[in-house]
């Protein structure tokens, strides 16, 4: 079983639980389920530098713990301080350490748009997202076919949520309606093998339109990089253990927007 397909597998048995737990119209009767949500896709459009979206993630499957002190609200606090664009909130358990709690604490100190990252396969989990206070969530094309991509986009736009659709391949771009999902990041990290390789961006952007807003994931850690992503059209980047694994994510990110100035 590749890793990808034990996530899933792990997903599926999530929603069954969640279902037992939550029916969509309870979820309307959660904190965050009415209240406004912040673009996404508003908040990247800046033509001075490459955005920031600045992710809070406690571990991951290939690196372990990233960071040991781990206060999500702190960290929340700190990416707000430094004017970032966006925060994505990494919310599965089994496989990153995170939880769902952690995005509900962190819209309570918002003043930017929050992503849910996690492995969505169910309009459930994207109600819940919206209950518990994000302003957008990721779909992963790998993950999901074309009608699941189209549908559970639909349900996100339903409560007022944003869609990142990310795809690593170019198998995967027939999957996408550009016009539903216009969106977009590329994932540097191949979900199987968890090799990281920033030319996949730069490979996969011949494959998408031009009117797309775009996001490169993974792997963005240095001045290099960015310099070759600022001479392509990539609108931002999604950036999480670089920040995690500082010693002084403040001055991290001082640097970092340093780096995205065109």
Known sequence: MSFLSEIL???????????????????????FFDAPTRSLKQALSNDSCISIIAEIKKASPSK???????????????????SVNAISVL???NFFQGHINYLRDIARLKTLPLLRKDFLIDENQIFEAKAFGADAVLLICEAL???????????????????????HSPTEVPKIDFKLN??????????????????????????????????????IT?????????NTRVNAVLVGEHFMKSKDIKGSLIEFKEWCAK
Not at 9 to 31: A, C, P
């Open 9 to 31: 597998e792990v997903k599926r048995d999530e929603v069954k639980k969640l279902k037992q737990k939550f029916s969509l119209s309870s979820f309307r009767s959660e904190e």
């Open 64 to 82: 372990g713990i990233l960071i040991e002190n781990f206060n999500h609200p702190k960290i929340a606090e700190t990416y707000i301080e430094g």
């Open 91 to 93: 919310t599965d358990q």
């Open 145 to 167: 076919s074309a009608n699941q991509i189209s549908e559970l986009t639909h349900a996100a736009m339903e409560c007022g949520l944003e869609v990142l659709l990310e795809l």
């Open 182 to 219: 216009s969106l977009i990041g590329i994932n540097n990290r191949n979900l199987e093998t968890f090799v990281v390789d920033v030319n996949t961006t730069l490979n996969l952007l011949d494959t998408i339109p031009t009117d797309v807003t775009l996001v490169s994931e993974s792997g």
């Open 222 to 230: 240095s001045e290099g990089i960015l310099d070759q992503l600022k």
